[in-house]
DNA sequence: AAATAACTACCTACTGGTCGATAATTTTAC
DNA sequence: GTAAAATTATCGACCAGTAGGTAGTTATTT
């Protein structure tokens, strides 16, 4: 793994337990083992570093879902695999969504780092809308919207309060 | 209003926007006309200052809630009561659930700060499955908290797409 | 006299960011 | 094939600004 990638994954641990003030690039540059100087060459600035590390959340989050249709198609629910990795973020990393917290801080997030967030949920919501209207959904918008709304809620309330069954009972 | 109440209102703003790490003593000081040292006389801490303000926010939002039992007594539905108050927080003061924020960031906030805010939710889930179960649910518990997963959710993403459709297509 | 509420001055620690320098590597030109 | 040039990735030193917090003082009110 190179430097910037380690720099980006320590990043992500950072931010999905405190947000986007909750890393320095002093803390990052010493987990990595470089000086905080250095990050600099990475990331011009604090701010392309959220983005990029929002863009790349957004993109392997999509990449783990997969097609709606093919797994439709291989006889799963979309929506399953939807809840599902939702909740092993919540249970496997003991973390927030990425997205989830930076779009709860929206307001105060620089322009470009809002706007990747932005990208996350909109692409969440044509996903979403895709595979309940797979699943024959008549409202699909609204059942998508619905879908990530109670997910991302549950999974803020079960962190907060401290247990997983929370969110087990909300995905029930 | 006393300066410690100005304070407090100035603090909710900063939070409400941009989570714990988006106010300071210096902010709020300057803010209500007064030192940052000044602050310390009403707060110890910053810790002291948002667990004060995350308890005064929870009793607050229950007292504007009133009773299930009246609620129903009086011909109207506790659930659509609690949702239009997290309606008008997101229409009206066009900011985040202050404990919805701070819940996200849960991991990297003070202890005393931390168990405000589960305050916060435990009592919300109170009062919502006695609201359910005045309603005559099956299983008030888990519509409770997938009651406020949906409303915490749907106001996060309404705020980050900054568009409250999404909020009134998710509580439909 | 005591409690309240503010002040000035200061502290240490940390923030994101800039600068020029320095090796090591890779690409280009002859 | 090799010398020069450019690129990559790092460094130490430094900067101005801000953070939360403390000590001691002053004025006002009870």
Redesign the interface.
Known sequence: MSKKEALLKAAENKVR???Y??FSFRELASEVGIKSASVHYHFPTKADLGAELAHQYTNSFLAALGEPSELKASGKNPIDVYTQLFRSALVTDR??CL???L???????PDKV?LE??RF??QNLTWLSAAHLANGELNP??AA??T???????M??S????DNS?FE??T?
């Open positions: 337990l405190g947000g003030s909750n973390k927030m997205c989830g917290l779009g709860a801080e929206s307001d105060s997030l809002r967030v932005k949920f909109n918008t609204k919207i619905q990530v709304s109670l997910l991302e809620g549950a803020m309330i962190k907060t309060l401290d929370y009972l909300a029930q």
